[in-house]
T-cell receptor, first 112, second 117 residues
Framework: DQQVKQNSPSLSVQEGRISILNCDYTNSMFDYFLWYKKYPAEGPTFLISISSIKDKNEDGRFTVFLNKSAKHLSLHIVPSQPGDSAVYFCAATFYTGNQFYFGTGTSLTVIP | DGGITQSPKYLFRKEGQNVTLSCEQNLNHDAMYWYRQDPGQGLRLIYYSQIVNDFQKGDIAEGYSVSREKKESFPLTVTSAQKNPTAFYLC????????????????FGDGTRLSIL
């Protein structure tokens, strides 16, 4: 049973515009959420995270929003750049961090 | 230059053979993890280890085995009991999974793609 879901397998955005990647989860006990970025033939790299006690975390062009009542988080990239083209995974875990639950990924293409 | 090294990048084996995937890290991380990725699916946890000489099964441990004799190393053996071993395997590590996970994201290797002939 998939506890973390990314329902959009792909997304295309024009350079300079906003990219919004979505993620839904089913377990309300998750404490911590993360976004990873993955280029082909490489492992995922950590991008940004958010604790369940917050509703927003910002790091440069990347902002993650958490809506606990809807069990939904989103990653906003503004402005989008061609180098942002990659697969983005959201993940959720508990504070003990024993297991990370990953979504299926969204492939973002930023068109120059 | 610290990181996680997985080897080999590509691996081909005949059916019925066991095969071992290597994962080494020099980040001084306590926790290590093995994931499997299949097309259209997220990363699924096979095994994880919080400290040396200890490891726990993840969601899809059947047909796999691991060892953690050294802090730096967490090899994964894909046994002949694994019915569908062809996949992309990722190893990861993090500082510790005993304490607050905040600001302790996992670091990943570049993966090993295993194909069974």
């Amino acid at each position: 049973d998939q506890q973390v879901k990314q329902n959009s397998p792909s997304l295309s955005v024009q350079e300079g515009r906003i990219s919004i990647l979505n993620c839904d989860y089913t377990n309300s006990m998750f404490d911590y959420f993360l976004w990873y970025k993955k280029y082909p033939a490489e492992g995922p790299t950590f991008l940004i995270s958010i604790s369940s006690i917050k509703d927003k975390n910002e790091d440069g062009r990347f902002t993650v929003f958490l809506n606990k009542s809807a069990k939904h988080l989103s990653l906003h990239i503004v402005p989008s750049q061609p180098g942002d083209s990659a697969v983005y995974f959201c993940a959720a875990t508990f504070y003990t961090g024993n297991q990370f639950y990953f979504g299926t990924g969204t492939s973002l293409t930023v068109i120059p | 230059d610290g990181g996680i090294t997985q080897s080999p990048k590509y691996l081909f084996r005949k059916e019925g053979q066991n095969v071992t995937l290597s994962c080494e890290q020099n980040l001084n991380h306590d926790a290590m993890y093995w994931y499997r990725q299949d097309p259209g699916q997220g990363l699924r946890l096979i095994y994880y280890s919080q400290i040396v000489n200890d490891f726990q099964k993840g969601d899809i441990a059947e047909g796999y085995s691991v060892s953690r004799e050294k802090k730096e190393s967490f090899p994964l053996t894909v046994t002949s009991a694994q019915k569908n071993p062809t996949a992309f395997y990722l190893c990861a590590s993090s500082i510790s999974s005993f304490f607050d996970i905040s600001n302790q994201p996992q670091h990943f290797g570049d993966g090993t793609r295993l194909s069974i002939l």
